[in-house]
């Protein structure tokens, strides 16, 4: 009976032991599975969170916003800023550019930083057509990003007026830039300037503008006229450097902006863009955008966009950035405040216009083949 009793015992407590090294096994085999699941889930957290540092990393520069900044474009490369009117009341000396090499939401511009330049604001500004060397005249000194370097220095010296006000008009074909109203002459009025992007040369033309006494005028290059065109107070001029100024197309442009309009050309010079600024009375600022239609000789013409008023009242700026590539034109910056030391940021920093549908939209498209160069 007790062999019998001792055998059961012994039976039970085999089982039994069986029952506790089985479960002491599941129970290691659980913890090791916890274990790898932890492990591998601390894994995924720390490739995500150096995704997230690496994503965020890329995007933690944003400008500081301004008005008044220094800037010049190269069409499906990148619109080039530099300087302006921060919301420190204070001029800034950031430098930056927006990449149109690649597509982005307006809501994101792809940024760039680049190395603080002289703080200033309302500079005139031109950039080589290979975008190794930029130009910003400030004051009489010429203040030279090298792409090379990835530094500023001053370049050359001019003669000009003060430089504060005026802006500059760049043909990449020569790599020159034209400042109109930048050079005093005898009689006391302004020449055009015209600066080599590439040596830093300056020359000037004995021929006054018929805006000669104006600053915060709009101007831009047109390569299809092989011209520079000018909107100011007194209306539309046209300059070349060998036949000097004449009045040029006012049809259609039905309200002229007194200061702080951008104008840029688009779609290969057979048009051009005009936006934002100040009305003539000087007591609000612009929301609209005018095209000017180049296309046919003799048939030159203005054409307004139509745009919601309550979108116009969000977009309207002075004092922008602008820049173009293919159709589209692209704003940055800008303030809607009229006070002259006044300022206060746009609603939207960033802003795109398609003159093909004529319509703001919220999407830079780069071109399928850019012409950026690494």
């Known amino acids: 009976m007790s062999d019998t009793v001792d055998g059961k015992s012994r039976s039970n407590c085999a089982s039994r032991q069986e029952q506790d090294l089985v479960s002491s096994i599941m129970t290691q085999e659980s913890l090791a599975s ?113 792409a090379t370097s990835n530094s500023w ?30 050079y005093p002459n005898a009689e006391r009025k302004t020449e055009m300037l015209r600066v080599n992007l590439k040596n830093g040369t300056t020359s000037s033309d004995r021929r006054s503008s018929p805006f000669w006494d104006q600053k915060q005028y709009a101007t831009a290059w047109n390569p299809l006229r092989k011209s520079v065109i000018a909107v100011t107070q007194n209306g539309v001029s046209e300059y070349t450097w060998e036949k000097g100024w004449k009045s040029s197309i006012l049809k259609g442009l039905d309200t002229i902006p007194s200061r702080g309009a951008c104008l840029v050309s688009v779609s290969g010079g057979k048009k051009m863009a005009l936006f934002g600024g100040v009305n003539k009375e000087d007591t609000e600022t612009i929301g609209d955008i005018y095209i000017l239609h ?66 703001w939209t919220n999407k830079y498209v780069a071109p399928k083949k850019s012409t950026a160069r690494k």
């Open 34 to 146: 916890r274990s790898i699941l932890r492990s591998a889930f601390q894994a995924v957290i720390l490739v995500l969170g150096a995704s997230s540092i690496l994503s965020a990393h890329a995007q933690s520069f944003q400008p500081v916003c301004a008005s008044e900044a220094a800037y010049a474009s190269l069409e499906g490369r990148g619109l080039y800023v530099q300087g302006g009117f921060s919301t420190s009341g204070k001029s800034t000396g950031q430098a930056f550019t927006i990449d149109l090499s690649q597509s982005w939401d307006a809501a994101n511009p792809k940024y760039k930083q680049l190395p603080n330049g002289n703080p200033h604001n309302y500079s005139p500004s031109g950039i080589t057509s290979d975008g190794k060397l930029w130009t910003v005249l400030i004051g009489y000194k010429g203040m030279r990003y090298d």
């Open 153 to 182: 220095s001053e370049n050359f010296k001019t003669q000009a007026r003060s430089t504060i006000g005026l802006t500059g008009a760049t043909d990449h074909a020569t790599d020159t830039m034209y400042i109109p109203n930048g």
């Open 294 to 359: 180049l296309e046919k000789k003799g048939e030159e013409r203005w054409t307004k966009a139509s745009v919601d008023s309550n979108l116009k009242s969000q977009i309207a700026r002075h004092s922008a950035a602008c820049g173009s590539t293919g159709d589209q034109v692209i704003v940055w910056g800008g303030s809607t405040d009229l006070a002259p030391q006044g300022f206060q940021c746009s609603k939207q920093q960033t802003l795109v216009f398609d003159v093909n549908s004529m319509k």
